[in-house]
Every structure is written in C-alpha cells, then in structure tokens.
C-alpha cells in the first residue's frame, strides 16, 4: 500500500529559522530526506513515528507533548507514520552555519 | 490575588539552542523578563495569555496548538495566565548571536 506524503505547513521563516509544521495522517511518509541545517522537533499531536536510515535500519519515536530533541545538519532518513492515528511536529531549523570553534 | 509563578521545564540545550517548556496553571505570571536570545514560541497547550509591556500596556495573544511565533532579542515583558485552564509552549531560544550584515 503506497504511503500518502506528509504534509508541510510552513508557519514562519527569517534569516534565522525556518518554522514548518509537519502533519503526518495515518500511513504517510515525508519520503528520504537530508537535513540541510540542524533542527529542533516540538511534537504538538502525540504519537509513534518510525524513522528509517540510509541502512533501512528501523527507529520508533515516541512523540509526546511538552518535549522536544534536536538533530543535527545531515541527518539523513525517512519519517513515517505507520499508525492509524494522526501525528505532528513542529520543525525549527536554525538556517545560519554553526559558529566556528 | 499574588499570582503563581509559571513553570519552566528545560528540556535541552546545546552551543546553538536552549529549549525550554513553560507551563502556565491557572493565574500565573513569569514575571517581568528581558529576552536574551531570539526565541521561537511553539504553544502545545492552548489557551490566551496576556502580554505587559515596560509601559503596562496589555496584549492579548491566542495560543493556537500548531502554529508558532517568534521574538526578537531585547523583548521584555510579563506573561501571565490570567484564565482558569493551564497554558503551555515550547520555547525555543537561539543562542549565537546574529550573523552581521
């Protein structure tokens, strides 16, 4: 069964962040990405995610509200929701490169 | 009525980030503050808290679960829950100083 695409809203960008929510409905992917910049994941709808690596080796995310975790530029994977309930996040990536040193 | 304090909860912190959760029960405040950082705002418990400037002036601002908000470096204020449901967001300061130029 194909994975319907996870849905992008983009809530606020500056020279600093770009802000995008990223809605997931039951059985969707955002498909392989990389990150270009290092980012920051605010869950705002509770729920598991699985996130596959270029290895095809499986992770499961548990997304609760009131956290958030980080990742870094390069990050490189598929993010699926393979449940039966809708999930979503917040994405905060900081556009500007890491300061040296 | 002395207002409670609201609840700061840190939930990371890096060279670049400092994310940090507020909880706001019923009638509670943080106090007046001056923003160090640019910070982005990501509610994850809706509700309206009230925003005073160093004038006194109020704004009312709506929390929506999913959206997001960002404030620049400098911002001081006080928040307060002035309602009778908890408030909550996700705050998402970046710690580098702006690129120049």
């Given at each position: ?9 983009e ?6 962040v770009?802000v ?5 409905p ?18 705002v709808?509770?729920?598991r ?5 270029d ?5 499961e ?5 009131g ?6 530029a390069g990050?490189?994977?598929?993010v699926?929701n ?12 900081l ?6 040193g």
């Amino acid at each position: 069964m194909a994975l319907a695409p996870a849905q992008p809203t983009e809530l606020l960008e500056n020279d600093r962040v770009r802000v995008t929510r990223w809605d997931f409905p039951p059985n969707s992917e955002t498909g392989h990405h990389v990150h270009d910049y290092d980012y920051v994941v605010v869950p705002v709808v509770p729920g598991r995610l699985v996130l596959v690596d270029d290895q095809g080796k499986r992770n499961e995310a548990e997304l609760t509200v009131g956290g958030a975790y980080n990742r870094d530029a390069g990050t490189s994977h598929n993010v699926i929701n393979e449940g039966d309930a809708p999930v979503a996040f917040v994405e905060v990536e900081l556009k500007e490169p890491r300061a040296k040193g």
